[in-house]
């Protein structure tokens, strides 16, 4: 009967912890999919809003995510615990593959003519942006890694300060001075178009910090 069972047997158990992001590479350097399905479903949601942000276009977003995951699942050996956050990491690889995707639109664009006249204006359109996609993603790679990182979780994942600030493990005073700084080596990299170019690329907000 339960009224003769110690008390700690009768104690409702809690449910174990989630597994930290340290844990889940772990095991997935072992071959737990397990592990890659929990990890994939923390993190699935930031990584396609960035891409989303990033590329305007939901089918590459979602290519984006699936390639940042095969490119997790086959690094997983070699991750060591300690030299950043997983979440960070794993959003630095899908930066770097938006990155190469607006690069390769450049590419594409500079090389294709219109077919028809009345397409002008769309090709015309869709090679300014990539252009200055292309522009920004130069400037940005030229930045000190702490401040690129800084500007990349703050306007492209429209993080908070706080949480960026959490996320890369600094006080809300340094991340508002990196991203300070950050933006002043922008402006300087892309001159007097930075607005207009910021405005193009992220929206309003990241071009009236600059």
């Not at 942000?53 to 300690?82: H, M, N, Y």
């Not at 933006?183 to 170019?197: I, Q, S, T, Y």
Request: aromatic letters at 4%; charged letters at 30%; proline letters at 5%.
């Amino acid at each position: 009967m339960d009224a003769d069972r110690p008390a700690e047997s009768r104690r409702v158990r809690e449910p174990p912890e989630a597994p930290s992001d340290d844990v889940l590479m772990s095991r997935i350097a072992g071959g737990d999919r397990g592990a890659a399905r929990i990890l994939m479903a923390r993190n699935l949601p930031r990584i396609l809003g960035l891409a989303r942000r990033t590329l305007g276009d939901e089918t590459e977003a979602e290519d984006v995510a699936q390639e940042t995951f095969i490119r997790v699942w086959k690094a997983a050996p070699r991750w060591r615990s300690g030299e950043a956050r997983v979440s960070t990491w794993m959003c630095r690889i899908a930066i770097n593959l938006c990155y190469d995707r607006l690069r390769k639109r450049r590419d594409v664009l500079t090389g294709t003519l219109p077919e028809r006249a009345d397409e002008a204006p769309d090709q015309e359109a869709a090679m300014s942006r990539a252009e200055t996609g292309d522009r920004i993603v130069d400037a940005m790679a030229k930045l000190p890694e702490r401040q690129r990182q800084a500007i990349e979780l703050v306007h492209f994942q429209e993080m908070s300060n706080i949480a960026a600030a959490e996320l890369m493990q600094v006080s809300v005073e340094a991340m508002e001075s990196l991203l300070a700084r950050g933006r002043r080596k922008l402006k300087a990299l892309l001159l007097g178009d930075a607005p207009d170019l910021m405005a193009s690329f992220t929206g309003p907000d990241m071009a009236n910090t600059v």
